[in-house]
Structures are given as C-alpha cells and as structure tokens.
C-alpha cells in the first residue's frame, strides 16, 4: 500500500501569540521572574524552555487548551489575568481581541520584525488597524492523504470529498476545522472562511449535512 500527502486548496493555519493585558490594578498574577503561557501542549517543551529559564532566570509556567475554543471559554471564564501570553490559532484571535484584554506589542523590540511575510504581519488576526496584537508564531497548509492502491487519479479539488465513488471510504477529523473544507467546496480557493456570514455558514452546513453518507469514519 502507498500513501500520497495531498495538499488541498485549503487555508494556511496559523498560530500565534497574544499578550494579554491585565485590565484592573489586582487581576495580574505574575510576578517578576515568571511567565504564565495558555498555549498548546507542546509548544513549551522543556527541551527549549529549559534553555530559555537558564539564560534568563524566568520561570514558565504553563497550560494547555486542547482547541482554539477552549482558548477563549477560559479566558472568557476570568482567566485572562492568569496568563501572560496565549499561543492560538489565528481563526480565536478576533474572539481574543474583542475582549478587550490583549496588550498591543512593541515590534521594535522585536528583532527582524520586518522579515515576517507581509500577509502574515498584515493579517487582521495580527495586525488590528496598525496595532500589532498578536505575532505569528507557525503556519502551514492542511493535507489530505489518499491511498493510490485505491484511488488511480490524483485528487485536484476538496470536491473528491463529496464524490459518491468514495461512499464509505473517507474520513475527516471530527472538528471545526471540517468547516474550512465546506466552505472552500462551495466558494472556491481565496474564500475568508473566518468571517462567513450566517448564511454562508448555514450552506457550509448543508454541504457537511450532505457529505454525511459518504463517511466512513
């Protein structure tokens, strides 16, 4: 059996970090020398924290949320004053800045700024109207595998997840993600599958609803 990575038309995820601000004179609960980060379970590996926490004589403490929701439901829940830097995903980061707890970053402090991707750094999850709220952290695109023991022609569109000559054969990540595969099936590559409106995300559903009975798994 051989396996084929496919890279779909599908969006770039991105994570990134926030700094989070802390609204009233006694909500902060860091100290100096530490450095509480809500972030995913494997991006503070003590591997390379270590190096950081030697150098620099900070402690980092942190916890881990296991989906960009869970990210804004605990920090919706009065959390935003226990942490100082969130590392998301960059389709949270809206619900995040609404809040109105995310500090705005100095980029002259941060050293080659200027040679992060220009659609990163512009990106409205980052970049709010000039203020930088957030820097990019990871991206990268999402992939379908297929087996080419069992599918001859390589795939060219997500619309080989709606194709009924795969009924029982596909499977998709129980998530929201599966969303960004609706959407581009129906609106096409370049869509903003971030800032859907009702009605574009009540089709998407449908496009789900009607993809049901081809899933295997």
């Given amino acids: 059996m051989r396996v084929t990575v496919w890279r779909a038309l599908s969006p770039g995820i991105a994570t990134v970090v926030l700094g989070l601000g802390v609204m009233t004179a006694d909500s902060g609960s860091a100290t100096a020398g530490e450095l509480h980060i809500l972030t995913w379970e494997g991006y503070t590996d003590p591997s390379f924290v270590s190096i950081f926490e030697n150098a620099s004589g900070c402690k980092v403490t942190s916890t881990f949320?296991?989906?960009t929701d869970e990210?804004?439901?605990?920090l919706a829940a009065g959390g935003a004053g226990n942490y100082d830097l969130s590392a998301t995903g960059i389709d949270a980061t809206h619900v995040?800045?609404?809040m109105g707890i995310v500090e705005p970053i100095d980029v002259s402090r941060i050293e080659r700024w200027n040679e992060v991707y220009?659609?990163?750094r512009e990106h409205p999850g980052v970049n709010a109207g000039g203020t930088i709220l957030a820097l990019p952290w990871a991206w990268g695109v999402d992939l379908l595998m297929?087996?080419?023991d069992m599918i001859a022609a390589e795939p060219t569109s997500?619309?080989?997840?709606?194709?009924?000559?795969?009924?029982?054969k596909v499977s998709m990540w129980d998530d929201k993600s599966t969303l960004y595969w609706g959407a581009l099936a129906l609106y096409g590559k370049g869509f903003d599958v971030y800032n859907m409106t009702d009605d574009q995300l009540e089709a998407v559903k449908q496009k789900l609803i009607e993809q049901k009975p081809l899933i295997r798994r």
Avoid at 71 to 74: C, D, G, H, I, W
Avoid at 162 to 168: C, R
């Fill in 158 to 168: 997500v619309a080989a997840l709606w194709d009924p000559a795969h009924q029982g």
């Fill in 146 to 148: 297929y087996r080419t």
């Fill in 96 to 98: 995040i800045n609404d």
């Fill in 65 to 67: 949320a296991g989906s």
């Fill in 118 to 120: 220009d659609f990163l």
């Fill in 71 to 74: 990210f804004a439901a605990k």
